[in-house]
């Protein structure tokens, strides 16, 4: 089985292929926030260095949310368009959860230290990709890696940096990626100056490796959707949409 995954939640879109649970091709933008000139592009490439035509493709995973409003709506949109063309089923992969999944696999290799945690039953890592939502607030959640895989420890949403970080202060160590850390470093730090560990920038962020990868196994696990079945998931309002609603309150 051939595997497009699409990843444009965050200021990097990038494209990956999987065949039989190995990743064969691999494609990443450079210029932040350029999916709509990039994304098809990225998908040709990868396809092509592999000798394969569009046709060969058998299911399209998208990470669908949260993130970046637009580029949410660009990825599932492609996502969309190339599983109605092509006939064929798309999974929607939940974008922290695909991010922690990065989190993890750095951790696993890298993070001195962290292999104790994620194996030791009583004080595991907690692995926490934060994204910044504005306005001091994060799209964040916590998860403990099992059997090569992110479960949900502290439910994914939106919270204030300090609510979230409240909710993971009874962890002993915690792994942060996600472009949060871009924004509310310092802060992070002085609400929580003990037991958390950084990701360097070049896997800090959203990855289509790790889209195709989780979009195995849900798709091994729950099947397929149509494609007017994928959805985004903003969690919650757009800007615009937030300001009209506080404008009809007031009138």
Same mark, same amino acid.
């Given at each position: 089985m051939y595997i497009l995954a699409i990843e444009t939640t965050g200021a990097f879109a990038s494209v990956a292929l999987m065949k039989d649970d190995k990743i064969i091709g691999h494609v990443s #933008? *450079?210029?932040?926030?350029?999916?709509?000139? *990039? !994304?098809?592009? =990225? +998908?040709?490439? @990868?396809?092509?260095?592999?000798?394969?035509? &569009?046709?060969? /493709?058998?299911?399209?995973? +998208?990470? *669908?949310?949260?993130?970046?409003?637009?580029? /949410?709506?660009?990825? @599932?949109? $492609?996502?969309?368009? !190339?599983? =109605? &063309?092509?006939? &064929?089923? %798309? +999974?929607? @992969?939940p974008s922290l959860d695909a991010l922690a999944l990065r989190g993890g696999e750095y951790a696993k290799a890298h993070a001195a230290g962290a292999q104790d945690f994620l194996e030791e039953k009583e004080c595991p890592l907690l692995i926490c990709p934060m994204l910044d939502a504005r306005r001091s607030q994060v799209y964040a959640g916590g998860y403990f890696i099992k059997d090569g895989y992110p479960v949900e420890e502290i439910k994914a949403g939106p919270y204030m940096l300090d609510e979230f970080l409240a909710k993971a202060a009874g962890y002993d160590q915690i792994l942060v990626l996600g472009d949060a850390m871009d924004k509310y470093a310092d802060?992070?730090?002085?609400?929580?100056?003990? #037991? $958390?560990?950084?990701?360097?920038?070049? &896997?800090?962020? =959203?990855?289509?490796? %790790? +889209?195709?990868?989780?979009?195995?196994? !849900?798709?091994?696990?729950?099947?397929?959707?149509?494609y007017n079945e994928v959805q985004p998931e903003y969690m919650r309002m757009a800007e615009a949409e937030r300001k009209l609603k506080e404008q009809q309150a007031k009138g």
């Amino acid at each position: 089985m051939y595997i497009l995954a699409i990843e444009t939640t965050g200021a990097f879109a990038s494209v990956a292929l999987m065949k039989d649970d190995k990743i064969i091709g691999h494609v990443s #933008g *450079n210029d932040r926030f350029s999916h709509l000139q *990039n !994304l098809m592009p =990225q +998908v040709e490439t @990868v396809i092509k260095e592999n000798k394969l035509s &569009i046709g060969d /493709i058998d299911l399209i995973a +998208v990470s *669908n949310g949260p993130g970046s409003f637009t580029g /949410i709506r660009i990825g @599932v949109s $492609t996502a969309r368009a !190339l599983s =109605q &063309i092509l006939d &064929i089923p %798309c +999974v929607a @992969v939940p974008s922290l959860d695909a991010l922690a999944l990065r989190g993890g696999e750095y951790a696993k290799a890298h993070a001195a230290g962290a292999q104790d945690f994620l194996e030791e039953k009583e004080c595991p890592l907690l692995i926490c990709p934060m994204l910044d939502a504005r306005r001091s607030q994060v799209y964040a959640g916590g998860y403990f890696i099992k059997d090569g895989y992110p479960v949900e420890e502290i439910k994914a949403g939106p919270y204030m940096l300090d609510e979230f970080l409240a909710k993971a202060a009874g962890y002993d160590q915690i792994l942060v990626l996600g472009d949060a850390m871009d924004k509310y470093a310092d802060k992070m730090a002085e609400i929580r100056p003990e #037991g $958390t560990l950084d990701t360097p920038e070049d &896997i800090r962020y =959203q990855d289509a490796s %790790c +889209v195709a990868a989780l979009g195995a196994k !849900l798709y091994a696990e729950k099947g397929g959707l149509s494609y007017n079945e994928v959805q985004p998931e903003y969690m919650r309002m757009a800007e615009a949409e937030r300001k009209l609603k506080e404008q009809q309150a007031k009138g």
